[in-house]
Every structure is written in structure tokens, then in C-alpha cells.
Nanobody
Framework: QVRLVESGGGLVQAGGSLDVSCAASGSVVRVDTMAWYRQAPGQQRELVAQITRGDDKTYQDSVKGRFAISRDDALHIVYLHMNSLKPEDTAVYYC???????????????WGQGTQVTVSS
């Protein structure tokens, strides 16, 4: 079994910075694409940023230049550094990871439990 556990998040004033991280643990052999999504109240979950194992990064237009995604393959951790935060960045942030587990021959997508990020104006 594989678990994704997020940490970080919290309350920050507009213009501030915040970091969130997400670690995959359990029967992990290899992790491919890792990503951060967010879901605001009454809204659909949306992709914020993703990073492939080859370090190719994709960002939602609204966070380009403000957010930075990175990963540590040895520890199976994905990070999201958020700068110049705006009230509209307020949401629950979820990580996802495509994981190859022990005794399996295909990747499976796992999700974290979510961490709240609140940006006050």
C-alpha cells in the first residue's frame, strides 16, 4: 500500500509565501509524474503544477512566475513553493503521484488527503 502525506499550508497574508510538501511512502518502487491540484469551495479541482520524472514542469497560467514545483526522487517528495500569494489562491491543495509499487507492473495514481491554504487580503 502507498500513502501520500502532505504537510505545510496554513494562513498567510496576501503577498506572502508558503511552502507545501508531499511525501510518498509504503511499497514504492518508483514515482513518475507528481502534481499539485487545488479545490476552492464550490469549484472543481484544478491542476496547479506538475513535474515529470524527467523534471519537465507545467504550471497553470494563473500561477506562472509565482509558484515553483520541485521534487526529491530519493525521498519520493514533491514540493510547491508559493510566492506572491493572492486571496484567489485560497483552496485545499492536494498532491498526486503516479506510483509503481512492489509486485505490480503498472503505475497507479495516488492522492494525498489535502492541506488548506488560506490567503487573507
Amino acid at each position: 500500500q502507498v500513502r501520500l502525506v502532505e504537510s505545510g499550508g496554513g494562513l498567510v497574508q496576501a503577498g506572502g509565501s508558503l511552502d507545501v510538501s508531499c511525501a510518498a511512502s509504503g511499497s514504492v518502487v518508483r514515482v513518475d509524474t507528481m502534481a499539485w491540484y487545488r479545490q476552492a469551495p464550490g469549484q472543481q479541482r484544478e491542476l496547479v503544477a506538475q513535474i515529470t520524472r524527467g523534471d519537465d514542469k507545467t504550471y497553470q497560467d494563473s500561477v506562472k512566475g509565482r509558484f515553483a514545483i520541485s521534487r526529491d526522487d530519493a525521498l519520493h517528495i514533491v514540493y510547491l513553493h508559493m510566492n506572491s500569494l493572492k486571496p484567489e489562491d485560497t483552496a485545499v491543495y492536494y498532491c498526486s503521484a503516479d506510483v509503481m509499487e512492489v509486485a505490480r507492473d503498472s503505475y497507479r495514481t495516488y492522492w494525498g488527503q489535502g492541506t488548506q491554504v488560506t490567503v487573507s487580503s
